[in-house]
C-alpha cells in the first residue's frame, strides 16, 4: 500500500482497498499540527486575519477544483499541474504529497481527487482555527463552548469519518468534499442546516428544499448546486449571510436516494439521528 508522499503504484491504481488506505492515512492529516497552536497564539489578531483571508482564498479554489473533479475527472490532473507548490502548506508533508501525486504518469484520478478533498477538510481546519483563535484573542463571547477540545478532540479510529460537533444531541457536520447518501420516504422531511440556516429537505417528486422562512426550492435529476451565487442551480436567499456562495451539492437519481457534498466553510450539519439510520443502512 502506498503512502501519501509516495502515491499510488501502478498496480494499485484500481485497487479499491488501497485507495481506502491511502484515504485513511490522508484523514490523519486533515488537523494543523497541535504543536503549531503556540505559533499561531503568539500572532497579532492583525496577523491571523490576513492569513485567514489568505486561506480563505486558497478554499475557494480547492472547492471549485473539487466540483470540477466530480463532473469531469480529468480536471483534477490539469488543476494539479497548474497548482503554484509554494501556496501549499509544508504541514504534514502536504507539499510532497502534492508534487508526488502530480508527478504520477499513470491514470490515479481517484487518487488525485482523494488528495483534494483531504487537503479542502485541512484549510477548513485550519480557517476556523485562526477564526477561533481570533474570538479568544478578542475575548469574544462566541467562544463560549468552542473550546480547542471541540478541533482537537479525542483520536479515533482513522478509518471512520471524522465529523464536527454542532450540538451534541442534535446536529453533526458532515466532512466537506466527501458523499454523503441519504435515502428518503414519500413525505419525509429531513432538517439540516447550512452553517447556522435551518433547512428541511422534503420527500417528494421532485424532492425540495424549505428554508426557514418557507420559501421551496426545488431539486432536479442530477447535480443540484447550493448557494448565495445567483447562477446556482439552486440560488438560496442573499439575506442568509453565512450561506457560501457554493455552498452544497445535493444529486438526485430521480426516485428516493439523494447525495450531498458539502463545500462550504461554515458547514452543512445534519440531525445525528438521521446519520446513524443512513450508516446503519450501508453497514
Request: some cysteine; aromatic content about 8%; hydrophobic content about 35%.
Amino acid at each position: 500500500m502506498p503512502t501519501p508522499e509516495e502515491g499510488p503504484a501502478h498496480s494499485e491504481v484500481h485497487d479499491h482497498g488501497a485507495l481506502e488506505q491511502f484515504e485513511a492515512k490522508l484523514a490523519a492529516r486533515t488537523k494543523v499540527p497541535s504543536e503549531r497552536l503556540p505559533e499561531f497564539f503568539a500572532w497579532e489578531p492583525d496577523k491571523i486575519r490576513r492569513e485567514a483571508d489568505v486561506v480563505s482564498r486558497i478554499l475557494k479554489r480547492f472547492a471549485e477544483a473539487v466540483v470540477d473533479a466530480i463532473e469531469e475527472p480529468a480536471k483534477a490532473d490539469d488543476f494539479l499541474r497548474s497548482l503554484d507548490l509554494k501556496a501549499i502548506s509544508r504541514d504534514h508533508d502536504w507539499r510532497t504529497i502534492f508534487s508526488t501525486i502530480r508527478s504520477q504518469e499513470t491514470d490515479c484520478g481517484e487518487y488525485q481527487r482523494a488528495v483534494l478533498i483531504k487537503y479542502l477538510q485541512y484549510l477548513s481546519f485550519r480557517k476556523r482555527l485562526l477564526d477561533f483563535i481570533v474570538m479568544r484573542k478578542q475575548g469574544l463571547e462566541e467562544t463560549d463552548g468552542y473550546e480547542t477540545q471541540t478541533l482537537y478532540p479525542a483520536p479515533a479510529d482513522a478509518t471512520q469519518p471524522e465529523m464536527e460537533v454542532l450540538n451534541p444531541e442534535e446536529f453533526l457536520r458532515l466532512n466537506m468534499g466527501e458523499n454523503m447518501e441519504l435515502e428518503y420516504e414519500e413525505g419525509e422531511k429531513i432538517e439540516l442546516k447550512l452553517a447556522n440556516h435551518l433547512f428541511r429537505l422534503v420527500g417528494a417528486r421532485p424532492p425540495c428544499l424549505v428554508d426557514q422562512n418557507g420559501v421551496m426550492y426545488f431539486l432536479r435529476p442530477g447535480r443540484n448546486m447550493i448557494g448565495r451565487h445567483p447562477e446556482s442551480d439552486v440560488p438560496i436567499d442573499p439575506d442568509f449571510g453565512h450561506v457560501s456562495r457554493a455552498h452544497l451539492i445535493i444529486e438526485w437519481d430521480g426516485n428516493s436516494k439523494l447525495s450531498l457534498i458539502d463545500l462550504s466553510s461554515r458547514g452543512t450539519f445534519l440531525r445525528r439521528k438521521v446519520l446513524q439510520r443512513e450508516n446503519s443502512l450501508s453497514s
